[in-house]
């Protein structure tokens, strides 16, 4: 059954609040396309853990749309609605959260994006890794970017066949939805409507329609056999607390040498 979304509202400022009331490590993202359990991994990224919660039980992420999906790298979302009409709508967002980097960016791990040279700019907007994005080699390495992006969760197994089915849609790079170029799934529109630029509807958008906690236990992760992967790529250097909520009105970028992927601001 799905919690108050009052649940974590006053979890909202300290990491030792965080630490103290992120206890819900299994998640569902109930979407239009089917739904994604998660296990959070409160045990050991509590502060991202906790900001991801409050989130989701005040409702904030109830109908956000995914608006980009890279193929073979990343599905997003988290960060905006449909309000009747486009460009979406932002969402608003709480303080940013404390860069966490424990763990790698490894296929089927969900991560929190953030501002580009900015490592605690982290708020609303997640990601799930589509591949292992954490080659030292390749320029879209996530690990060691920007002080490495904070994997906090990891899609059950099976439910990655949902993810997939959501990539398998058409992707359209178009500037509707966020007046800016952003490769987006979209469902009943084909590639040549995308070609056409023909106007997108709500009905074609990808969204989350609610988080709903299924298990409390905070150590449910390890009781179902997962062991997250180390993040050893990442430096132990001290990084400074933003001052900035990590908000603006085109989003966050993925930060990097993106190439032609132009992601510019991952949120």
């Known amino acids: 059954m799905r919690l108050p979304h009052t649940l974590l509202a006053s979890a909202l400022l300290t990491g030792a609040v965080y630490s103290a009331t992120a206890h819900a490590t299994l998640v569902e993202l109930n979407t239009n396309q089917g739904n994604i359990k998660l296990h959070l991994f409160d045990e050991t990224t509590p502060a991202t853990v906790a900001n991801f919660l409050n989130y989701a039980n005040k ?5 956000t749309v995914i608006h980009r999906a890279i193929t073979g790298f990343v599905m997003q979302g988290g960060g905006f609605t449909f309000e009747d009409k486009l460009p979406l709508t932002p969402v608003a967002t709480d303080p940013a959260v404390t860069n966490e980097p424990k763990h790698s960016n490894v296929k089927g791990t969900i991560a929190m994006a953030k501002q580009a040279n900015n490592p605690n700019s982290a708020t609303n907007q997640w990601f799930i890794n589509l591949t292992d994005n954490n080659d030292p080699n390749n320029s879209l390495n996530l690990d060691q970017q920007n002080g490495g992006f904070t994997v906090f969760g990891q899609v059950v197994a ?4 949902v993810v997939e089915s959501i990539m398998n849609l058409t992707i359209c790079d ?15 529109y084909t590639s040549i409507q995308c070609s056409d630029n023909t106007d997108i509807a709500e009905e074609n958008l990808v969204k989350v329609m609610s988080v709903t906690v299924l298990d409390d236990d905070p150590a449910s ?4 056999g997962i ?21 603006g ?14 992601l510019r601001r991952f949120k």
């Open 59 to 63: 409702g904030s992420y109830d109908d």
């Open 221 to 224: 992760a390890t009781n179902a």
């Open 174 to 188: 178009s500037s509707q939805l966020l007046n800016f170029s952003s490769p987006s799934p979209l469902i009943n």
């Open 158 to 161: 099976a439910d990655m066949a």
């Open 249 to 262: 009105s085109f989003g966050m970028w993925l930060m990097g040498a993106l190439g032609l992927v132009a």
């Open 227 to 247: 062991t997250p992967v180390e993040n050893t790529l990442i430096k132990a250097e001290p990084t400074k607390p933003s001052s900035s909520s990590g908000s």
